[in-house]
């Protein structure tokens, strides 16, 4: 019997076919469900609890930002800083005591 019914939606959504076969392999070696997983997920997004779904995640939020910060630094798209007693400066500004 199926549980959908009462009280329930359906829901359904576009997802590429490699990714979400991952995810299902990823839910079964794991001994669970896409299912379950996913309305794990909605409990968690729903309650407020962004370190908890960060741990599903699998990466602690501040290593994505390091990784996403890093990227961008590469990329030139940010200035090299360094952080001073006082707070942030730009390497290239003289430092006067």
Do not use: H
Not at 42 to 67: C, M, P, T
């Amino acid at each position: 019997m199926s549980n959908t019914g009462r009280k329930k939606k359906l829901a359904s959504f576009n997802c590429d076919q490699r990714k979400w076969e991952q995810f299902i392999a990823c839910c079964n070696s794991k001994g669970t469900t896409a299912t379950a997983t996913l309305l794990e997920f909605i409990e968690l997004y729903l309650g407020d609890s962004q370190d908890k779904v960060d741990a599903i995640g699998g990466n602690d939020l501040d290593e994505r930002l390091d990784s996403k910060i890093k990227r961008m630094f590469e990329k030139g798209r940010l200035e090299p800083q360094v952080r001073l007693r006082g707070g942030i400066s730009n390497p290239k500004t003289p430092i006067l005591s």
